[in-house]
Nanobody, 125 residues
Framework: QVHLVESGGGLVQAGGSLKLSCAAS????????MGWYRQAPGKQRELVAT???????NYADSVKGRFTISRDNAKNTVYLQMNTLKPEDTAVYYC???????????????????WGQGTLVTVSS
């Protein structure tokens, strides 16, 4: 079992900042990509940002220049620093990761897709 636990959401005024954290725990031997997605009321879940184990990042156009994704591989933790927040950033933010776990049969590993429970970010105008 692999679990992702998010923290750091809350209520902030427009123009403010928040930092989200997501820690992975469980039985896995590596994680390649980690990322953040969000889902606003009445909308589909959308990508916010991703980061590979090597540090390559990808951002949605709507957050470029305002949000920064980073990770600590030793702690299996990914962060999302959100600056200059806007009311349209209001959503439940979900952490995502693709950990590799050992299996008993060839190729002796498989890649999972795991989601966190979500953390609510509310930006007031």
């Amino acid at each position: 079992q692999v679990h992702l636990v998010e923290s750091g959401g809350g209520l902030v005024q427009a123009g403010g900042s928040l930092k989200l954290s997501c820690a992975a725990s469980g039985s896995f031997f590596s994680i390649n990509a980690m990322g953040w997605y969000r889902q606003a009321p009445g909308k589909q879940r959308e990508l916010v940002a991703t980061i590979t184990r090597g540090g390559t990042t990808n951002y949605a156009d709507s957050v470029k220049g305002r949000f920064t994704i980073s990770r600590d591989n030793a702690k299996n933790t990914v962060y999302l620093q959100m600056n200059t927040l806007k009311p349209e950033d209001t959503a439940v933010y979900y952490c995502n990761a693709d950990p590799r776990v050992i299996t008993a049969t060839a190729p002796f590993y498989r890649t999972l897709e795991v989601w966190g429970q979500g953390t609510l970010v509310t930006v007031s105008s």
